[in-house]
């Protein structure tokens, strides 16, 4: 068919010389009110027929908006800016609206990051994957259906033709966002932006359609994946792009960005994923906050390590660290070493000074850490992983185990689902902790985990059973608030967003004070105050934030706060629901590593929930795995980890993405 | 949609697909939509990743909203003190001089029995004002007991009161206020009444659905997890912020109750002279549109400006708290 | 589905036999001798006239009695007698009731009109025009109606004579009233469907919709106005609140025959069985309406279906 | 009567009873067309054996005949009696009706309707709330023949005659009467008269619309002309907000509006379209009514006082746009017995009135400048009635309280309900009631004034007048046809009431029409209710 975009349509397929897609210069602005955002600055690369690239970065730093720019949805009040921008020979930045549209879906396909409200709530899934066909005319109306069937079934949903009936709402996470997709290959694009397709996705599922960008690229697709998540790219990508406020900080092949990162922030990155290999290992490196860069210089100053005045006001010149390689920093990490080791801090930069926190505060080592997935890039697959793996210097790898805390048997919670019917939220659990211990409890979204949670923390009464707490009758059988209230405080909960267990009203000062305010160490307000300062300083926040509100802190501040507040009354037991879910995973590294500290040095129990198995190997000591509320299987965590009993555990670890074993696999070409 | 109305109505326990951004209210109860109207809809800002700052959401543009503010602290300037504007009295009459025109002596004119329309209108800033606020602090203050009441009530308490609040929202509020004026007469007094009996089921149900928000915060949880007792917890946090969002939509509920006693001034019913009250010169003056426009036409516009200024501002305030308030629901 | 409609009915049932009991009980405090009230100041009946009056209306009975008298009456669909025009207050209401619901629906069919142009075509656009059509709608809903109306009547029927200015004869005579009824309405709809259009257009699956390769005006239609049409709908039971209140003051400007001038002379002259009867059917029409929004909802939006089978 | 009246004319008005619409004199009525007349308030009950309302009785006095008509002068004249004969107690009246007459039905008209009618109205079923009182002390009719009938009363009564004259004691079919008597409030068709029009149809909150009767032959002799009326249809419109009945017809859209406001009559003598006919309103003018029984008025001085202080002359001008009269005595000009002596007797005086009040004790001043006594502020309360406004008497009553104030008296205007205004003010707890009662005979001082007609007993001594001479004058009033007699007894009685400042005449309505210059021949009857039998419109 003759379009209106030469070179697209009618050529031949790769009749045109060059990669698919090349970006070059782009540069992205938004006007916010009276602002200038610069979202996106100059950035350039270049995609093959069927290549995968994948930009990956923390929240905010472009990834989105080069994305949408691609497609020609910048959207708000933007203004784009590029030397070349083209797709198969045409220029992209040359199209009128009505060329663009002709281009969308048929052309290039983008499947927008947020899967769970991509799709019209009101209308079919069949209708949405049928809308590129119906918009470009690509299929008779009596064909049609059948399209939307074959695209649904290509993409792994069964029983498409039933699900092409159905909305939204009535399928579940993974098969949305298979739908999503379905609707945006459905005109046969060559190229497919993803933006964080697998993000709210349980493991399992994420897996699954991580498979399915993988069949689909092995078709031809070329696939422009983005992904904050440095573990979900690397078995799929061939070249990573690592943004960075608005710049491509550091870019090449996947496996030579995996294994030798040139950029701090990849680095860091990189450092910060905890795998299944970093257990009990210090995650993040602490980095205390610099001065910030001014516009021309480098974002990433006011975090790096290694930033030093020019940092600030210059931005580096594109290098090239290798053939391929490009990192953009004044202080680019050398070239790995021969022997494929590489401690990319200490041959160039002399070790960091100490942190305001002083040396003896958690964060205060100044000893370097290696990134641990260099480390275990050479470590054996997971099945065969010895019991003990090697543990950082410093961290006991025990806790003191005690009496039992916390017992909790045969515990049972029904509610009533869409549909009328009772569901079974928690069936028949039981398990006990022990003081000082970690018991980690994972399971997938809906599993009954919270609700465990939420019973063990007396603020949900079980239909049955019953929980003790240090040998006293503390939920179930009848207890009465009442009964609980004078023991409340030795059981604190750290919650998944800190954010919302705050009173919005209260400063910082008032959040934990209101903690310690009824402890023993009643006193005057002074006493009030120094005591929430040494709370803060334990879980590494300076007492200038003590006026603050929630609002004005950041993410990975609150769950500090949080923390602190939890700690206030001296609890014996914390119970974490997804503490570190809802962070970035440099912030995510520095939360584990607090709690980690914390548990050492305060002897506290730890009912830690998260979804996140790897997140649970950093911390656990025993591991419980829930499914439809029930538990399929506990024990020692290494034990668990190294023989999983359960089909189900079997699976969850399967599906875990494991970053260095691309890599590996990579270097084995 | 605002923030408050397309929140999950509690009782009707339907819930609403968590993961839409505006996914509307079942199971709806009379009323329900009240807010939208108070509040005349901000927006919420969009699901996770689409969520960009702009400043400018309220559907007025900012110069407005200055604009508005000053004409807002002109009429609570002229409220609190209107003897700085003019040296007359209200209710001097001067018949000499009556119905006469706008000009140097009297630059609103006068009215039947030439009293001199702009002083009246600057007295009554006064008297409306304070009518509206009267009106709508006993709405909000019953709304806030009744919804309180509703939803830190036990099974019971909560199903009875729901329910009188459904019976009294299927009664539009001007004939409720027609109602409760029937019953107590006319008057300023009862007009206040009136309205305020008319406008509580509206704050009862916002105040119900902040307190359940509320409730079932994070924070709130955190503090019973500290051992506080009930009391403490509902007036430490509770209250105070369920009531939050409850006085930023009261602001424009200022503006519907000086409508309704207007109204009421028009049907006969409302407060009683001589007492400068815009609604009821307003109400005099339309039977003088023909041959002396004036004494109607200036305390219509005092009463169209001063609505307007306060739905304005009130807007924006409610825009600017529902970054804040949007995070409590738990999203 | 029929459970759900079920449920609704019942609830609204609870809702008009609440507002039932609240006019029985509104009718008990009233101050001072119903039949004084009744005859007014300005009457020479004599005593036996007034016992007789008593004895009419049970004003002699107990309390409880006279509830359950009501309450049965009302189930036969006796809603009483007037006290002031001596007849059954259903005759009364049922033959003031079509002018009102001509006024109401030509009302209802402009304000939407009104709001759709307004709101199609300025939505998501900062443009002066959105500003001037926002102010305009703000001014619309900040006039007391009854001005907005002798306003609109002096301009457009004794200055420029174009529209009849009272009764209900013909539809020219309805357009003034009509408009007057619909412009605040009007204004509020406006604001929450330009609202939604534009919550809508920020969705995500508006921008996937824009990268399958629909045009602007294709996603409005296809996607944006069944999203925003949700809110609309929940203020319908303040639509019709707002008009059937609305209603007294335009009828009263207008001269026009109606339930709203009913209850109106009801109130003036305290003629309770009247007021409750109107109060009554207001508070069934309103429940109706919200049983139709939402079972129109339900129609509208497939995540209701499976929420509603409860 | 009373309250709810809408009332009437003026003295410059050179045609009295028949005033008749511009050149109209000159020319010839054409019979046909119809006209459009626009009143404000409707009636709430049609039934005019039952409300007291005027304007029930305005509208039906065009489809219902009385036994007499009065004239200005105070005559009857024969109407549907050819003649009646009155015994010397005044017990008894005797008529003889016409033989001509037929009701719309056909029923023919003969003294079983009389009585018919007059027991309808006496029976306690009836629930009759002015015209059982307009009977008195009736005590039965008999049927003396086909076309006699004889009206007992158990005591003297003279104001009969009068009453007959009103439409309040006009005559229903008695087919109607029997069948139909509980639907007659309702108005429409089952209302049968024998009147120059029949009551076609009744749209509540719209138009009430009389058609006519062609069979019609026996007007009386205060009529213009004899014979069927001329229009064809007389509809009557309800528009209760003044600026719409009076918009209606500048723009042409009505041909006759009723109940113009004052402010807008100048602009409708200027407009060259249309004319502006008037009458004043007999009776009881517009007037406050002091309680001599509650303090501070059980002192005649404060009462006096606060009479003198009235700046009425000036008020009533300014509110009214001079169109309405002010007041000097209890009866109004036009009504028989009024006492000419009265006006000007009492003029506006303030230092009389301080000098009355300082003599009374009421010396000191507090900080808002109203007199105190032992500490007590000089209060009176004057309860309003919000619903009930009308004529703009709250905008008086503000003019009041501005002129009272000039003489340290507070005058406090509490909103009030209905059912406590009843009840509390007809206990005599309020200082200050003010009413109107429009009749066309002096007997309403009886009524106001008797000792004997208590509020709470149906009659209207709101003044609380507990004065034996007063007493003896009214029921001597009412028990004799005298002249002379009763004006010198209703002329004490004027005079006593006023100079005891039980009273404060302020003003007396008039009923103020306007009309296209097109419609001729409209005429006020006693009570200043137009009438449109003798009306008729130039025709195309
Ligand atoms: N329409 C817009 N108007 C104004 N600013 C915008 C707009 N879209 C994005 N931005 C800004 O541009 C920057 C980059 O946003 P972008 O959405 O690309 O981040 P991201 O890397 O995708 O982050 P995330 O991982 O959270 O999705 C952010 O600072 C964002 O606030
Ligand atoms: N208050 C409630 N009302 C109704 N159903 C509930 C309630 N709380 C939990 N459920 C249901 O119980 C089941 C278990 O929920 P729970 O929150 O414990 O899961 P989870 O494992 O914490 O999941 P996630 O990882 O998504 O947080 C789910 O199906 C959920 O829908
Ligand atoms: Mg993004
Ligand atoms: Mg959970
Ligand atoms: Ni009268």
Redesign the pocket.
Known sequence: MTGPVGGVDGGPVGGVDGPLLVVDGLDVTFQVGGERVHAVRDVSFALDRGECLAIVGESGSG??VTARTLIGLTGGRSTVRARRLSFDGTDLTALTEARWRAVRGRHIGLVL?DALVSLDPLRTVGAEVAEPLRVHRLAARDEVAGRVRDTLADVGVPDPARRARQYPHQLSGGLRQRALIASAVAAGPRLLLA??PTTALDVTVQAQVLDLLRRLRQEGLALLL?SHDLAVVAGIADRIAVMYGGLIVEGGPAEQVLRDPRHPYTQALLAAVPTLHTRRSRLAVPVPRQPGAGPDGCPYAARCRLADERCRTELPPPAEADPGHSVLCWHPAPAPDPSGRSDPFRPSHPSHPSGPFGSAGPFGSAEPVGPAVLAVAETPPLAHMPTGSVPAAGMPTEVARGEVLLDVDGLSRRFRGPGGAWQHAVDDVSFQLRAGETLGVVGESGSGKTTVARIVLGLLAPDAGTVRFAGVPWNGDGVLERDRRPHRRRIQAVQQDPLSSFDPRYTVERIVGEAVAGSRRRGGRRARRDRVAVLLDQVGLGANLLGRRPRDLSGGQRQRVAIARALAPEPALLVCDEPVSALDVSIQAQILDLLADLQRDLGVAMLFISHDLAVIHQVGDRLLVMRDGRIVESGELRQVFAQPAHPYTRELLAAVPRPAESASRAMAR | MTNIDTRTDIDAGTGSSPETGGSPETGSSPGAGIDTVLTGGARRPGPR?WSVPRPGVVSVPRPGVVVAAAVLALAAFVAAAPGLLTDAAPTDIDPVHALAGPGAGHWFGTDQLGRDVFTRVVYGARTSLLLGLAAIGLAVAGGVVLGLATALGGRGMKRILTWLTDVTLALPPVLLALLVVAVLGAGTANTVIAIAIALIPVYGRLVRTEAMLVLRSGYVEAAVGLGLRRGVVVARHVLPNALGPVLVLATVGFGTALMYASALSFLGLGSSPPSPEWGLMLSEGRDFLQTAWWTGVFPGAAITGTVIAVTVVGRYAQARFAGRVDWRAGR | MLRAVGRRLARAGAVVLGAATLAFAALQLLPGDPVAVMLGPATTASPQVREQIRADFGFDEPVPVRYLHYLGDLVTGDLGRSYQLQQPVTALIGEQLWPTVQLVAASVTLAVVIAVVSAVLTAGRRSALRAVVTLLELVALSTPQFWLGIVLLTVFSFRLNLFPVAGAQDLRALVLPAVTLALPVAGVLAQVLREGIETALEQPFVVAARARGRSRIGVRLRHAVRHAAAPLLTLSGWVTGSLLGGAVLVETVFGRPGLGSLVLQAVASRDMPVVLGVVLLTATVVAVVFILVDLVQLALDPRLRTAAAL | AGLLLTACGSDDDPAPGAAGAGTGATEKPVAGGSVTYAIDTEPTCFDIHVSPQDITAAIQRNVFDSLVAEDESGTFHPWLASSWETSPDLKTYTFKLRQDVTFTDGTRFDAAAVKANFDHIKAPTTKSRYAASLLGSYTGTDVVDQFTARVNFAQPFAPFLQAASTAYLGFYSPKTLAADADKLCGGGPVAVGTGPFTFTSYTKGQSIVLTKNPAYNWAPATAKHTGAAYLDTLTIRVLKENSTRIGSLTSGQIDVAGAVPPANVAAVEANGRLQVLRRDAAGSPYSLYLNTTLAPFTDERVRVAFQRGLNIDQDVKTVYFGQYKRSWSPLTAVTPSYDRSLENSWPYDPAKANQLLDEAGWTGRDSDGYRTRDGHRLTVAWPIIPATIREQRDVLGQAFQEDLKKIGIELTRPSLDAGTYLKEAYAGKYAVLDFSWARFEPDVLRLFFHSASTLAGGGQNAAFVKDPEVDTWTTTGAGTFDEKVRNDVYARTQQRVVRIGAVVPVYTPSSILAAGRHVHGIAFDTNAWPQFYDAWRDRK
Do not use: V
Request: charged letters at 45%.
């Open positions: 990834k989105s990051q933006d964080e983005i | 990743g």
